[in-house]
């Protein structure tokens, strides 16, 4: 994992894939009739990965979930142009809130690419080599509300196995500076798609917290 060649920069890549849909949200007005294609999304969204599988065991049920619900929206959009067009028809089909729409696996991605800008800001704001306190810290804020108790149960005991500050900027190929740099541009370009992937729920009265 550690032997990257200089082109695999996974952190580099996730940000400029959120800063391309950035720029896609911002070209347009972030109201109804912005709109957002499934298919470049869903790209950006699967550069994400590779961060959940560096984490470690702590997050292996955040990947696998995660990566089951991405490809999920990859699938859909050999079909489907717009999100809006996805979020309409599981709405037509009164489906929203059943397992395995695309609405629904829409929410839980969305839920994971906050996640992650969290667990970026948490490691940019402290100090020191261990990730346990930002990863814990990112994970109670924004999975645990949704989890029972196994499942925080296992996490928890998880975190002591997360990788160092320094063994992480490793695995993605970056040093102290580049990743800061990086991390911040994916903190900016994840909080316009975040939002404006909230706003396409609450005005659909569909709720966010589900």
Known sequence: MANHTAEEKPLRKMAEAFKDLANTLNSQTLDESAQMEVA???RACTLVSPL?????????FAELDYVAKV?????ASKSIKTL????EQDIQADCVRRAG??????????RGLDMVKVLFEQI????????????????????????GWVIRKAVSAGMYALPTRQQLMIKLNEDEDSARTQMQNYIA????????????????NLGIDW
């Open 40 to 42: 470049p999304f869903s």
């Open 52 to 60: 959940f599988r560096c984490l470690g065991i702590a997050f292996k």
């Open 71 to 75: 490809d999920d929206l990859a699938e």
């Open 84 to 87: 809006q067009t996805m979020m």
């Open 101 to 110: 729409s695309h609405t629904r696996n829409l929410l839980r991605v969305k």
């Open 124 to 147: 940019i704001a402290s100090e020191g080599d261990s990730l346990k306190d930002p990863a814990s810290n990112a994970y109670t804020q924004v999975f645990a509300p949704y989890h």
């Open 189 to 204: 370009s994840c909080d316009t798609v975040v939002t404006y992937i909230d706003k396409l729920f609450i005005s659909r």
